[in-house]
């Protein structure tokens, strides 16, 4: 198992930023180098929606509802992912999680609540 940690999650007012970590502290760097990893985000009463991935050879993908708006972006050295999140909406509140797979193994994180104010 290769445990990941999430964290920067808070109350951001609509238009403000936050950026997200989400760390695997276990990962060797030639594990952590290899690993495709992505943000989801669940909304109550909603369905849990792919939010953004970069995969190993860091090719990105993006949710419609966030392009132009979020970046995520992968640091080796220090075992961490980033989303970037730049004009936040009340309709992007919710719990955000990590997900990483390697070698057909996948890991979620705990979640990190993000929350918009109008």
């Known amino acids: 198992q290769l445990p990941v940690v999430e964290s920067g999650g808070g109350l951001v007012q609509a238009g403000g930023s936050l950026r997200l970590s989400c760390k695997a502290p276990r990962a060797i760097l030639s594990t952590f180098v290899s690993m495709d990893m992505a943000w989801y985000r669940q909304a109550p009463g909603k369905d849990r929606e792919l939010v953004a991935l970069?995969?190993?050879?860091?090719?990105?993908n993006y949710a419609d509802s966030v392009k132009g708006r979020f970046t995520i972006s992968k640091d080796n050295v220090k075992r961490t992912a980033f989303l970037q999140m730049n004009g936040l909406k009340p309709e992007d509140t919710g719990v955000y999680y990590c997900?990483?797979?390697?070698?057909?193994?996948?890991?979620w994180g705990q979640g990190t609540q993000v929350t918009v104010s109008s």
């Open positions: 970069i995969t190993s050879d860091r090719n990105t």
């Open positions: 997900k990483t797979v390697f070698q057909g193994q996948t890991n």
